[in-house]
Every structure is written in structure tokens, then in C-alpha cells.
Nanobody
């Protein structure tokens, strides 16, 4: 069983930055493609960013492209999401997710993932 634990959320002002982390318990972290999703109150969970297990390919939602960067450190079994120029509309609970050997644009779909963290709250004030 793979366990994911997010951290790094908080309350910030518009224009600030945050870095989210997702620690993964699996000893085969390098074989998992990883994604970040978010869910705002009253809205469906939406894709934010993903990175393939090979580490060389990343995907972003249009709403965060150019502001957010997804990365991974396989030596530390950790996934990151660097969020810059935050906006009030970025306010949500952010979740990390994992899928073994996941590939392609399907990584933007939540149903593609097998394991999920509990989420971390990000609140951006105007």
C-alpha cells in the first residue's frame, strides 16, 4: 500500500509563493507518475499538474501554466509543487496522487490515479 502525505499549505496573500510537498511511502517511488489536483468549495476536483515516472515530461492546467512548477526528488521519495504569483482563485485543498508507470495526457484525469493523499489547504487572500 502506497501512502501519500501532503504538506506546505497555508494562508498567503495574492502574489505570494508557496511550495507544496508530497512524501510517498513506497520504496519504488521512481516508478510512479505523480499528479497534483485541487478542489475548491462547491467545485469538482480539477487537475493542476503531473509529472511522468521518467521525470522528463510534465503537464499543466492552462490556469497554472507559467506560474506553477511540478518536480520530484526520487532520492527523497518526494513530489513538489512550486506555486508562484498566487491568485485568490487558487484557493483550494490540494491533493497529490500516484499511478504506477502512468503515461500520456491521461495523467490529467483523476480517475487514472490509484493512490491519493489527504490534502493540504491553500488559501490566497486578495
Amino acid at each position: 500500500q502506497v501512502q501519500l502525505v501532503e504538506s506546505g499549505g497555508g494562508l498567503v496573500q495574492a502574489g505570494d509563493s508557496l511550495r507544496l510537498s508530497c512524501g510517498v511511502s513506497s520504496g519504488t517511488f521512481s516508478r510512479y507518475s505523480m499528479g497534483w489536483f485541487r478542489q475548491a468549495p462547491g467545485k469538482e476536483r480539477e487537475f493542476v499538474a503531473a509529472i511522468r515516472w521518467t521525470g522528463g515530461t510534465t503537464y499543466y492546467a492552462d490556469s497554472v501554466k507559467g506560474r506553477f512548477t511540478i518536480s520530484r526528488d526520487n532520492a527523497k521519495n518526494t513530489l513538489f509543487l512550486q506555486m508562484n504569483s498566487l491568485k485568490p482563485e487558487d484557493t483550494a485543498v490540494y491533493y497529490c496522487a500516484a499511478v504506477l508507470y502512468g503515461t500520456g495526457s491521461s495523467l490529467s484525469s483523476a480517475v487514472r490515479y490509484d493512490y491519493w493523499g489527504q490534502g493540504t489547504q491553500v488559501t490566497v487572500s486578495s
